[in-house]
């Protein structure tokens, strides 16, 4: 990942490597701004070589015992702690099997050396548009937990993101965990189209919940604007009929209603296009499961 500039050494800084959640808060006390949480360090390391991050104090909580684990408790749901990796969580069957779309958005994840690395909560709070957890979590109701000078709090992941690079969390708070509620009969799927690079041009997400003969449906794009994009009006027409010809209606629909941004990977008619094209493949396969 290169935004082009020159610079491939690492500024200065402060390395930390607290064991404990109260520690972490104490180093963010004392530096504020000026620290940084690392996860895989994927991220966070590539930005500081391109001068986009320069913070003086990097705290690496890899070996803070609670929030390593991800524990499935029936009833209650699922609670990913922030220093799991991604490839953790692809190897994970519950994952695969009940949180299908969160499981398939983070295989798509770059690569295997990447995946081994990265952590799920470094990659949402890295809330770059093109990040594929996301639209995944959001799709699932998901909660990001929080933990600061105040104790902690629940965020959904949906008001979590609140533009690229910007996330509600203050300069002395830390993400502790990803929380996603427990349901029974959904099916679920994610799928990106991406242009050979890392780059995602469009992604979706959808889940598919039925209770008796009552379906809930949530649809999440990713990559076509400045932050996941959910659309109700196609979540609608999968509420109303599940047929192959609803593939098309629930396509039709989102190249309509789904915002898009035009930026230097993509013209906004071209990402329109691009939803109509993954919610097809999507809608394809979870209508056959
Ligand atoms: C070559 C390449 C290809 C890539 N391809 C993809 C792809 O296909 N799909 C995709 O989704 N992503 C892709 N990425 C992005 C990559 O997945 C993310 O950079 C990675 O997931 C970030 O996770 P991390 O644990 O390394 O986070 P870090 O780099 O450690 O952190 C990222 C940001 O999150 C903050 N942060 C991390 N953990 C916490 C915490 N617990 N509390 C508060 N803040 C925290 C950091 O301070 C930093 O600002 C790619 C990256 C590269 C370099």
């Known amino acids: ?42 991220g966070l390391l590539a930005f500081m070589k391109e001068r986009l991050m320069s913070p003086s104090h990097v705290i690496d909580i890899k070996g803070v015992k609670e929030l390593g684990g991800a524990d499935y408790v029936p009833g209650r749901g699922l609670r990913i702690g922030a220093s799991v990796t991604i490839a953790e969580l692809c190897q994970n069957d519950l994952i695969q099997d009940k949180f299908t779309v969160l499981h398939e958005a983070l295989s798509r994840v770059a690569d295997q050396m990447i995946r081994g690395r990265a952590t799920l909560v470094g990659n949402l709070c890295e809330a770059i548009p093109w990040v594929d957890s996301p639209p995944a979590l959001i799709s699932l109701d998901a909660t990001v937990e929080v933990v ?10 949906a008001s979590f993101i609140k533009g690229p690079v910007d996330i509600d969390l203050g300069p002395e708070e830390m993400v502790a965990s990803v929380e996603v509620p427990d349901v029974s009969g959904m099916r679920s799927t994610f799928e990106k189209f991406t242009s050979g690079s890392e ?30 994009v959910r659309c109700q009006e196609v979540e609608q027409v999968l509420e109303q009929e599940t047929s192959r010809a609803s593939i098309r209606r629930a396509a039709d629909t989102a190249a309509d209603k789904v915002e898009c941004m035009s930026d230097v990977l993509a013209s906004s008619d071209y990402r329109k296009h691009l939803v109509k094209v993954v919610t097809t493949k999507a809608l394809g396969r979870l209508l056959q499961k």
């Open 1 to 42: 990942m290169s935004f082009g500039s020159p610079y491939v050494t690492l500024p200065d800084f402060t390395y930390h490597r607290p064991t404990t959640i109260e520690e972490v808060l104490k180093i963010l006390k004392e530096h504020g701004d000026e620290a940084k949480v690392m996860g895989g360090g994927v």
């Open 199 to 228: 780059f995602s041009l469009a992604s979706i997400a959808v889940t598919l919940q039925s209770q008796g003969r009552k379906r809930t449906a949530r649809v999440v794009y990713g990559a076509v604007n400045s932050t996941p």
């Open 148 to 157: 600061g000078p105040g104790g902690r709090r629940k965020v959904p992941v």
